[in-house]
DNA sequence: AATACGGGGAT
DNA sequence: ATCCCAGTATT
């Protein structure tokens, strides 16, 4: 039960810590709503370490929304090579389209209209706010619920998040009134290298003399959750879907029988009506499309083969 | 409330 | 070999 009086002295603690030991990441000097935007779609689900060097060539070849909305859409993908989670690009080239054809090129900073954009959910609407506009909002990514979490409620495993639900209004609270772009890198870096989820390095956290579960979470076990999914030649389908976009990716138009090839794949045993499951999928989500070449016959291109 | 969706580096 | 990651959409 946090006193109201030890809040700026928690809010002075973390920022004291940030500016020491921050990390530095070069998108986040001069933050502008299509940087940050391209960034924290690379961000979902995804290491900084990766996303760095694939933002600069990202940024590098498409440098606007204006750029990104021309680029034919097999472009982008083959830009995404290596970052996984493939219909992300199709959504950041969708939400470059409807900018450039809704919001007359400007991405707009309201919630709601933020919310209606493909692939942009509660997260990436609060950081777009905070960061790319300097709105007030509450940002509540893995970190800062990992943060939160072990902040306020005692908790049984290292692990162990608490429902949005249970933290929205705590990150409310120990949030100051200005600057929230400084206070929400700090919480993300905290989180990233101080309280992480499988070691907690308590003895070196700002939050220490606050935290309900200062110096006892790395004596809490680790909760593991098992789940294995069905597969397909020993491999689950997303491996399948992701050789596919990459094959792809390496040569665009190719038929059913190349594909299986590349895939080592014989079309006995079902394998070829199940890859065409798979890249009928693949097109409902416009990651694939299906032409017709000089020959009259099939094939699959990579996005949608403009 | 569960599940699908990637890929690579850390452990 | 398994875990983890600046989550979102679909069922």
Redesign the pocket.
């Known amino acids: 039960m946090l006193p109201v009086a030890q809040i700026p002295k928690l809010q002075q603690a973390v920022l004291q810590w940030y500016h020491q030991h921050r990390?530095e990441?070069w998108?986040?000097q001069q933050p502008t709503p299509y940087v940050?935007l391209v960034?924290?779609?690379m961000?979902?689900?995804?290491?900084?370490?990766?996303?760095a060097p694939k933002l600069k060539q990202f940024l590098q070849q498409f440098p606007s929304f204006e750029a990104l909305a021309a680029a034919p859409l097999e472009a982008v993908l083959r830009a995404w090579?290596?970052?996984?989670?493939?219909?992300?690009a199709v959504?950041l080239w969708r939400i470059a389209r409807i900018v450039q054809e809704q919001y007359g090129g400007k991405l707009p900073g309201d919630r709601s209209l933020l919310?209606q954009?493909?692939?942009?959910?509660?997260?990436?609407?609060?950081?777009l706010r905070v960061?790319a506009f300097g709105l007030p909002d509450v940002i509540l990514?893995?970190?800062?619920?990992?943060i939160i979490s072990r902040l306020f409620f005692t908790l049984r495993y290292?692990?162990e998040v608490m429902?949005v639900s249970m933290l929205r209004g705590k990150a409310a609270k120990i949030q100051p009134e200005r600057d929230l772009r400084q206070w929400y890198?700090a919480l993300?870096?905290l989180?990233?290298l101080v309280c992480?989820?499988?070691?907690a390095h308590c003895d070196q956290c700002p939050l220490q003399p606050w935290c309900v579960n200062a110096g006892r979470v790395n004596d809490l076990p680790?909760?593991?959750?098992?789940?294995q999914?069905?597969t397909f030649q020993g491999l689950?389908?997303?491996?399948w879907?992701?050789?596919i976009?990459?094959l792809l990716r390496q040569h665009s138009g190719l038929s059913i029988e190349q594909i299986l090839r590349h895939l080592q794949l014989c079309s006995e045993d079902g394998a070829r009506s199940w890859v065409e499951a798979?890249l009928q999928?693949?097109e409902r989500?416009q990651?694939v499309a299906v032409r017709i070449n000089s020959s009259g016959s099939s094939v699959y291109v990579l996005g949608q083969g403009e």
């Open positions: 990390r990441l998108w986040r940050v960034s924290e779609m961000l979902q689900q995804t290491q900084v370490s990766k996303v090579q290596g970052l996984g989670y493939n219909r992300r959504y919310l954009l493909p692939g942009v959910g509660e997260y990436t609407a609060a950081a960061f990514d893995t970190n800062i619920k990992r290292r692990n429902p890198y993300m870096d989180g990233s992480r989820s499988t070691v680790v909760y593991r959750q098992r789940r999914e069905p689950p389908r997303r491996i879907r992701g050789r976009v990459e798979v999928q693949l989500e990651l």
